[in-house]
């Protein structure tokens, strides 16, 4: 099992940069692919971005396409979603998910999942 938590979110502006993180504790982080997904109010959770184990692969949503970029640090036990030129459209709940084999967008294939953290971009 492994527990993730999220941080970094906040209030920012529009076009700022902003970076969100995920620390895992229990079971080894590098056994586990891991993807971001956000909730927006009224919105189903949608895929932003995943890592296979190791990092050398990555896939994004065309809505964040050039501007996040998803990495990890598994000496760290952290997952990383780096967000610039941020729109009002990316204000959501930030969650991070756990997956034992890599899920991409699906996220039934995550196992676990952190609490979220807030982001909220201001025009």
């Known amino acids: 099992q492994v527990q993730l938590v999220e941080s970094g979110g906040g209030l920012v502006q529009v076009g700022d940069s902003l970076r969100v993180s995920c620390a895992a504790s229990g079971r080894t982080f590098s056994s586990y692919a891991m993807g971001w997904f956000r909730q927006a109010p009224g919105k189903e959770r949608e895929f932003v971005a995943a890592?296979?184990?190791?990092?050398?692969?990555?896939d994004y949503a065309d809505s964040v396409k050039g501007r996040a970029t998803i990495f990890r640090d598994n000496a760290k036990n952290t997952v990383y979603l780096q967000m610039n030129s941020l729109k009002p459209e990316d204000t959501a709940v930030y969650y991070c998910?756990?997956?034992?084999?890599?899920?991409?967008?699906?996220?039934?294939?995550?196992?676990?999942w952190g609490q979220g953290t807030q982001v909220t971009v201001s025009s």
């Open positions: 890592i296979s184990r190791s990092g050398g692969s990555t």
């Open positions: 998910g756990a997956s034992l084999v890599y899920s991409g967008s699906y996220p039934r294939g995550y196992a676990y």
